[in-house]
């Protein structure tokens, strides 16, 4: 229950969780926690539980308030008791949804998809369902084994708030020619993305390595000095499309792929990709003294791709539109700015 003794537990005097253990843990609510989330109290007096997974049982209904299911957002009171029942999460698999996908291309080979924003690309803790491997498996596909059995097919990712084309591969013999081509670098790979401040020069380049940062696991950054040890070399190209209000609309080349590399190399510049709090960005971009809209994910998206089919050798370039959603923000931020000069159309050029 750790050292703060905010809970007094009435079955198990001294509180060790076991999810094999079949008693569920009873807890009371002292003064102290009166007022918070139900989620919050039971992940921060569990260390064993994260917040997803306290939140996962709530759902499931192994979490009980005062002998009945409740909402993870309701308040707590002095002497509320509260049933936890740890259960081990059944083992993941990836399972056939019905879910609609934007196809852009298909062959017997390879599957293009234009994936949207909010999607992940496959199933992962606390995360099993509604990912684009189980929407694929639901249209009926073979995808290849040439991996983990929760990413069939996948051979590149985006991350879940990064919409646009992302290659799948059908077979076992196309899976290991695309996983080729991305480990030669012969995939080229572009984004549009909005990026907080205003560049100064039209093009650029950004060489940092990568690493996992030392004290947040969930996210990357840039290691300046090399010292990091898991620190990879990464290149992103870029060129200005448009300067739009406090922002720059980017074009943007991967000559590697790290995860969240755009998001971490911008960030680096002190220009995060709008949207993108965890890696500094502003919750509202500001026009003057107007506030714009919150754009409820990053303004980032894989706009096109260009691979060789695995058999033939044959190019192949596939282009995802720019979202409605990220049109409509583009379009309201050069409304805000004043600047009649600023057409997107011609700023997307090439993209549309």
């Not at 020619?177 to 907080?196: C, E, G, H, N, P």
């Not at 200005?240 to 000559?255: D, Q, W």
Request: contains cysteine; hydrophobic residues 40%.
């Amino acid at each position: 229950m750790g050292s703060r003794g905010k809970f007094r537990a009435e079955l198990l005097p001294r509180y060790t969780l076991n999810v094999s253990n079949s008693q569920p843990l009873v807890l009371t609510i002292a003064q102290s926690d009166a007022g918070d989330r139900l989620d919050r109290v039971v992940a921060s007096h569990c260390a064993e539980l994260s917040r997803t997974r306290v939140q996962e049982l709530i759902e499931l209904g192994l979490v009980l308030l005062n002998g009945k299911q409740a909402k993870d957002s309701q308040k707590v009171r002095p002497g509320d008791v509260i049933q936890v029942d740890a259960q081990p999460r059944p083992p993941l698999r990836a399972e056939p949804e019905s879910i609609p996908l934007d196809i852009l291309y298909e062959d017997d080979d390879v599957i293009g998809i234009n994936k949207p924003a909010g999607m992940t690309v496959h199933a992962g803790a606390g995360n099993p369902h509604g990912t684009l491997v189980n929407a694929l498996l639901g249209r009926g596909l073979d995808l290849s084994k040439a991996d983990d059995p929760l990413r069939p097919g996948i051979v590149h990712r985006l991350d879940k708030e990064t919409s646009g084309v992302l290659l799948v591969a059908k077979n076992d013999f196309a899976h290991a020619r695309l996983a080729d081509s991305f480990r030669d670098r012969t995939v080229q790979k572009t984004y549009i993305a909005l990026v907080q401040g205003v560049l100064a020069e039209d093009r650029g380049r950004i060489e940092l390595p990568i690493a996992r940062h030392p004290n947040h696991r969930t996210r990357m950054t840039a290691d300046r000095a090399g010292l990091l040890p898991d620190s990879r070399p990464a290149r992103t190209d870029w060129r200005v499309r448009a300067r739009i209000g406090p922002s720059t609309l980017l074009e943007i080349r991967l000559h590697t792929g790290r995860t969240h590399q755009i998001r971490v190399h911008f960030s680096a510049l002190g220009h995060p990709v709008v949207g993108d709090t965890l890696y500094g960005a502003d919750s509202e971009l500001h026009v003057g003294h107007a506030s714009m809209p919150v754009l409820p994910r990053n303004f980032l998206h894989a706009v096109k791709i260009v691979f060789a089919q695995p058999r033939s050798g044959k190019s192949i370039a596939l282009i995802a539109r720019l979202p409605g959603e990220l049109r409509d923000y583009l379009q309201a931020l050069a409304s805000a700015s004043g600047d009649t000069r600023i057409r997107i159309d011609d700023a997307l050029q090439g993209f549309l």
